[in-house]
Nanobody
Framework: QVQLVESGGGSVQAGGSLRLSCAVS????????MGWFRQAPGKEREGVAR????????AYADSVKGRFTISQDNAKNTLYLQMNSLKPEDTAMYYC??????????????????WGQGTQVTVSS
């Protein structure tokens, strides 16, 4: 089983940046995909970004394309989400997750079986 611990959340003004980190431990080689998800108050959790661990292919939700970047540092067993040009609507709890296999064209939440506890991101206007 994979253990995931997020960090890097906080409060920032609109237009600012944050970088989230997700420390990965456990049997990571069983996870072919890693992703970031978010859940705002009163809303369903949604996929934000996804990376294929083997070759680094990425996918993003339309709402974050061009502003967020997902990356991985395999030597440090860490997943990142660089968030630029943040907007108040980006305010949410952000979670990292791992999947054995994933759909390449879209981010499918049900494919992710291991989840972190989340880190809060708050963007003020």
């Amino acid at each position: 089983q994979v253990q995931l611990v997020e960090s890097g959340g906080g409060s920032v003004q609109a237009g600012g940046s944050l970088r989230l980190s997700c420390a990965v431990s456990g049997y990571r080689s069983s996870s072919s995909c890693m992703g970031w998800f978010r859940q705002a108050p009163g809303k369903e959790r949604e996929g934000v970004a996804r990376i294929v661990t083997r070759d680094g292919r990425t996918a993003y939700a339309d709402s974050v394309k061009g502003r967020f970047t997902i990356s991985q540092d395999n030597a440090k067993n860490t997943l990142y989400l660089q968030m630029n040009s943040l907007k108040p609507e980006d305010t949410a709890m952000y979670y990292c997750a791992a999947a054995r296999f994933c759909t390449l064209s879209v981010i499918v939440q049900g494919e992710y079986g291991d989840w972190g506890q989340g880190t809060q991101v708050t963007v003020s206007s």
